[in-house]
């Protein structure tokens, strides 16, 4: 008899064993097209004006600034030419390393993050600027102990990934609440209210990691 209730496994996006020629000549093109807008900018001219002198449409501008289009050497010469700028400036941004930060236990940075409450300590596990995509991961440590305030409407852009490791909490995001105890997780809209609405079980400690897009 067949079961309905069996779960199956989702399939994910990303094969990690693809090869990332594709994805490398991607990250190539945001490289290029941001510091093309970072030495327009830094000339004071707008995506109008930069398409005037070299020639090109304000929608192609767009889109190598955009890392949505390979542009040709011959573009990308005559952008250089127009930016007082040497060709090779506009690689600068993109390497083949990458910057890994490595935090032995118990040596996280204490952070105060905006809008931390009384008693919540931040441990702060790495830090990278963003990247070619743009985006901003910040991971914690959080410890939240008896003289930690109880907080449920924290509010901050981007996406959030908290993993219980010690303790009991009940969380709230929205209008929901969440029992939260070793081994559960939690991934949301963090712009949503949230935070631990009761402190159950002391003390608590839970790992938090925020992504948001770079201003």
Known sequence: ME???IITKPLLSQNPHKPRQERREKVLEVAI???VKSYRKQHGITVAELAKST???IGMLSKIENGMT???LTTL???AHALSVPLTSFFKGFEESREAVHVKAGEGLEADRRGTRAGHQYNLLGHIGANTSGVIVEPYIITLSEKSDVFPDFQHDGIELIYMLEGEVEYRHGDNTFL???GDSLFFDADAPHGPQKHLKLPARYLSIISYAAT
Request: without cysteine; aromatic residues 0%; glycine residues 12%.
């Open 3 to 5: 079961n309905s209730n």
């Open 33 to 35: 097209g941001r510091e």
């Open 55 to 57: 020639g090109l449409s």
């Open 70 to 72: 390979s542009p040709s």
């Open 77 to 79: 010469q005559t952008l």
């Open 180 to 182: 939260l105890e070793p």
